[in-house]
């Protein structure tokens, strides 16, 4: 399984992509449900989910969170982050994760 993240105006533009590795970020995020992650813990494995540029103030200090956690390869998470951060300054932008 593996999961696309799009950084997309609400016209439908794409300024930005994390689609290399993506079956490997799926293993770098938190399980459906996880309650310490409540944002990322919603993720659609297998929909689209999307975030605005506002839910960016909940959703860094999680991926920043998994970055501590993690042990693996960081320099997807470092990406990922780039985009929600990206996303947070943007206006009328949201970060969709694209599911299988």
């Keep these: ?3 696309t993240v799009l950084l997309r105006t609400a016209s439908g533009k ?9 079956a490997q970020l799926m293993r770098l995020l ?7 992650f409540p944002y990322l813990g919603l993720l659609d494995p297998y929909g689209d989910t999307y975030f605005s ?3 960016m103030q909940a959703i860094l ?3 920043r969170r998994l970055k501590e956690l993690s042990t693996g390869r960081s320099d ?9 951060e990206q996303c ?13």
């Design 30 to 36: 938190p399980p459906t449900g996880d309650p310490d």
């Design 76 to 84: 997807i998470l470092d990406a990922l982050e780039e985009l929600a």
């Design 53 to 55: 540029s506002f839910q």
């Design 14 to 22: 794409v300024l930005g992509s994390l689609t290399e590795d993506a």
């Design 1 to 3: 399984m593996a999961l």
């Design 88 to 100: 947070r300054d943007g206006v009328h932008v949201y970060l969709i994760f694209v599911g299988d």
């Design 61 to 63: 200090p999680e991926i």
